[in-house]
């Protein structure tokens, strides 16, 4: 089957409907079934929408890559360099 085949696709939006049929903690009408399986997110607001946007948070999966990225140029010795670019004159 090639991966974005026409039954490719039925079969995916068929698995997020039946993964997302208790999203919102209610038994969802077949209209609302179909739009979870395209916007899983039922609006903006602050609880829902964009952390970034709100509050100027990075998002989880931005925080957990910046705390790896941390890590490693600790490991590897680089976080005593302060200055990585051009100096300044001291004048």
Do not use: F
Not at 28 to 48: F, N, Q
């Amino acid at each position: 089957m090639h991966p974005n085949s026409q039954s490719q696709r039925r079969h995916h939006r068929e698995r997020l409907i039946r993964k997302r049929r208790h999203y919102w903690n209610t038994a969802a009408e077949h209209k609302t079934l179909g739009k979870l399986a395209k916007t899983p997110t039922p609006c903006s607001c602050w609880m829902c929408g964009n952390p970034r946007r709100h509050s100027g948070k990075p998002t989880l999966q931005e925080a957990r890559h910046n705390q790896k990225a941390i890590e490693v140029i600790e490991d590897s010795g680089l976080s005593n360099i302060r200055n990585i670019g051009p100096t300044q004159p001291s004048w």
